[in-house]
């Protein structure tokens, strides 16, 4: 029979971190349940929809927890319902006592809640990823490469292996992430501090979109572990475990050209805001496209909607080298493009009015790229 106290906002903190990868519409209805383990050094929270599974351990040597454990034990609460319940509690100090019949009595300054608990044993177990030699990397730097792909993967369930993003690691230290949903590519290479052993990869990019609000930015590094079908990254306190993708990733290597045309380089905060200002209006317009023109190295962006208005605007370029071109592009890729852009400077090149254009940081050294595939209009 389960019996502890513990601070109420060290406890929050961990469920609420749990519940991210608990679904409440999930078609395994046990699934919607968290999972406290207590033993003698700590508290094991497990929260799982099938694709991702999260294990946060609350350790009884963390002052900060005030975590006092009379007697171990394991049960299952209503993930969303027993995170409400808590969160309501009036004093800094929660007392959890587990009574006959899998019943859970919460204890908090005046306030006494019980709630109705079920057996651990129906909980799946999560599947064992081997955790040796790990593959080490600093968070800061996942995150950021995450946030610079992860947003280019399709959101169709058409072409399953398109909604996961690529990273393969190629002599033990270099790395290379790709996303792309056929429109539109994003691509970062990067070379690591520490090596590591090859692999070839797809994660699924919900899920890497997960790890970026879990893994906090006070954690500074995650092991990352492999199994055939599965990817742990592991903290000190949280294991967060997805699944892989099934299936070859396209080859987008041959995709990126190499030889251009014309080419501006534009300040990027200046060119967002134009392409938002020019989104407002290709919103209501049939194809949603604006228009890009380059002629005796000035820069327009323009959008006609008969319904609406028109956009004639002309873009503050930094430098326009090439021939002239005009070429039609949804304005939102291009805007989510820049976002994901941490340099100052953006290069923009071109091949022509049908054949996708590169987006770059106009600095050195950075190995990132992008593709935009234009839209043909008449």
Same mark, same amino acid.
């Given at each position: 029979?389960?019996?502890?106290?513990?601070?109420?906002?060290?406890?929050?903190?961990?469920?609420?971190?749990?519940?991210?990868?608990?679904?409440? !519409?999930?078609?395994?209805?046990?699934?919607?349940?968290? !999972?406290?383990?207590?033993?003698?050094?700590?508290?094991?929270?497990?929260?799982?929809?099938?694709?991702?599974?999260?294990?946060?351990?609350?350790?009884?040597?963390?002052?900060?927890?005030?975590?006092?454990?009379?007697?171990?034990?394991?049960?299952?609460?209503?993930?969303?319902?027993?995170?409400?319940?808590?969160?309501?509690?009036?004093?800094?100090?929660?007392?959890?006592?587990?009574?006959?019949?899998?019943?859970?009595?919460?204890? +908090?300054?005046?306030?006494?809640?019980?709630?109705?608990?079920?057996?651990?044993?129906?909980?799946?177990?999560?599947?064992?990823?081997?955790?040796?030699?790990?593959?080490?990397?600093?968070?800061?730097?996942?995150?950021?490469?995450?946030?610079?792909?992860?947003?280019?993967?399709?959101?169709?369930?058409?072409?399953?292996?398109?909604?996961?993003?690529?990273?393969?690691?190629?002599?033990?230290?270099?790395?290379?992430?790709?996303?792309?949903?056929?429109?539109?590519?994003?691509?970062?290479?990067?070379?690591?501090?520490?090596?590591?052993?090859?692999?070839?990869?797809?994660?699924?990019?919900?899920?890497?979109?997960?790890?970026?609000?879990?893994?906090?930015?006070?954690?500074?590094?995650?092991?990352?572990?492999?199994?055939?079908?599965?990817?742990?990254?592991?903290?000190?306190?949280?294991?967060?475990?997805?699944?892989?993708?099934?299936?070859?990733?396209?080859?987008?290597?041959?995709?990126?050209?190499?030889?251009?045309?014309?080419?501006?380089?534009?300040?990027?905060?200046?060119?967002?805001? +134009?392409?938002?200002?020019?989104?407002?209006?290709?919103?209501?317009?049939?194809?949603?496209?604006?228009?890009?023109?380059?002629?005796?190295?000035?820069?327009?962006?323009?959008?006609?909607?008969?319904?609406?208005?028109?956009?004639?605007?002309?873009?503050?370029?930094?430098?326009?080298?090439?021939?002239?071109?005009?070429?039609?592009?949804?304005?939102?890729?291009?805007?989510?493009?820049?976002?994901?852009?941490?340099?100052?400077?953006?290069?923009?090149?071109?091949? +022509?009015?049908?054949?996708?254009?590169?987006?770059?940081?106009?600095?050195?050294?950075?190995?990132?790229?992008?593709?935009?595939?234009?839209?043909?209009?008449?």
């Amino acid at each position: 029979m389960i019996q502890f106290s513990i601070n109420k906002n060290v406890f929050l903190q961990a469920l609420n971190t749990t519940k991210r990868a608990i679904s409440t !519409k999930n078609a395994i209805p046990i699934l919607s349940t968290v !999972k406290i383990t207590v033993t003698s050094d700590g508290i094991t929270l497990t929260g799982s929809n099938g694709q991702i599974s999260i294990e946060h351990f609350i350790s009884i040597q963390d002052e900060n927890a005030g975590l006092l454990i009379s007697s171990p034990g394991a049960i299952l609460l209503e993930a969303g319902f027993f995170i409400n319940i808590v969160s309501s509690l009036p004093d800094v100090v929660v007392d959890f006592n587990e009574i006959e019949q899998k019943q859970v009595v919460l204890t +908090s300054g005046k306030s006494e809640i019980t709630l109705k608990g079920k057996d651990a044993e129906q909980y799946p177990r999560l599947q064992e990823v081997p955790t040796s030699k790990p593959l080490v990397l600093e968070t800061k730097v996942l995150k950021q490469t995450i946030n610079e792909t992860a947003f280019a993967a399709s959101l169709q369930e058409s072409r399953p292996i398109l909604t996961g993003v690529h990273f393969v690691l190629t002599d033990n230290k270099n790395l290379k992430t790709v996303a792309t949903d056929s429109h539109r590519m994003s691509q970062r290479k990067l070379v690591l501090e520490k090596a590591g052993d090859d692999f070839n990869v797809v994660i699924p990019s919900r899920s890497l979109r997960e790890f970026t609000v879990v893994f906090t930015d006070d954690i500074e590094t995650v092991e990352v572990f492999f199994s055939n079908n599965q990817i742990l990254f592991r903290s000190e306190h949280i294991s967060f475990y997805t699944r892989l993708l099934e299936g070859t990733y396209p080859d987008t290597d041959r995709l990126i050209p190499t030889e251009f045309k014309t080419v501006a380089v534009f300040d990027t905060a200046n060119l967002r805001h +134009s392409m938002e200002r020019a989104r407002l209006l290709s919103n209501a317009t049939q194809n949603g496209t604006v228009k890009l023109e380059i002629a005796n190295n000035i820069v327009t962006a323009h959008v006609n909607s008969p319904e609406v208005g028109r956009v004639n605007e002309e873009l503050d370029t930094l430098e326009v080298t090439g021939e002239d071109l005009v070429i039609s592009f949804n304005p939102t890729y291009l805007i989510e493009a820049l976002k994901a852009t941490n340099s100052e400077q953006v290069k923009i090149s071109f091949i +022509s009015s049908v054949r996708p254009f590169t987006v770059v940081p106009n600095s050195e050294g950075d190995d990132l790229i992008q593709l935009v595939t234009p839209v043909r209009t008449n």
